[in-house]
């Protein structure tokens, strides 16, 4: 951004925020009064495919930081930067249409998770349902970091610096949608 300024790489995390609440009103006062003109469903569109709508956004966030990664990565070779801990020439700014991107399908995904699954639960077990919620991702955490590392290890065993690739990352999202909307429909 110049060169007094940087910008952490965990501040990133804030343009995701932003763009959650953006996002929340935006669907709200917007989206849900316009399409529930033509669906008659009181939420616009239902939690499922709501969540369908969040997961196919997520594929797109792989797509572009597919494209990304490249870019960075011939920018690098291009300035000789192939070395861990040296510093790309390259501006925070293309990251932040993932992160922005990010948001929004957290805002169409996991509210409409949580919407959905307090629905569902009875009445005495709703609390529960939360912890369930909330638990289920911290597990998709350490899975997707397992899945990862392993990713990682195999392709620096064949000759690669054991940099993930985000084709692999972009693949899983898409057989994710493709599993979900085959049993939403």
């Known amino acids: 951004m110049g060169p007094h300024f940087e910008i952490p790489p965990a501040c990133l995390t804030l343009f995701t925020t932003i763009c959650i609440l953006i996002s929340i009103i935006v669907y709200d006062r917007y989206f849900v009064p316009l399409v529930k003109k033509y669906t008659k469903n009181p939420r616009g569109i239902t939690l499922l495919q709501r969540m369908v709508v969040g997961i196919a956004i997520h594929v797109v966030i792989m797509i572009i930081a597919s494209v990304a990664e490249r870019q960075r ?81 195999v392709t620096k065993r064949y000759g690669h610096k054991g940099w993930i690739h985000y084709v692999f990352l972009m693949v899983l999202c898409f057989l994710n949608f493709v599993f979900f909307f085959e049993i939403v429909n």
Request: hydrophobic share 50%; proline share 2%; no cysteine.
């Open 73 to 153: 990565l011939s920018v690098a070779n291009d300035h000789g930067k192939t070395e861990k801990g040296e510093i790309v020439p390259l501006s925070i700014f293309v990251l932040l249409l993932q992160f922005f991107l990010m948001g929004t399908a957290h805002n169409f995904l996991e509210v409409a998770k949580l919407d959905f699954f307090y629905d569902q639960a009875p009445e005495g077990m709703k609390s529960l349902e939360t912890a369930y919620f909330t638990t289920s991702l911290g597990v998709a955490f350490f899975l997707s970091s397992f899945i990862l590392s392993i990713v990682a290890n």
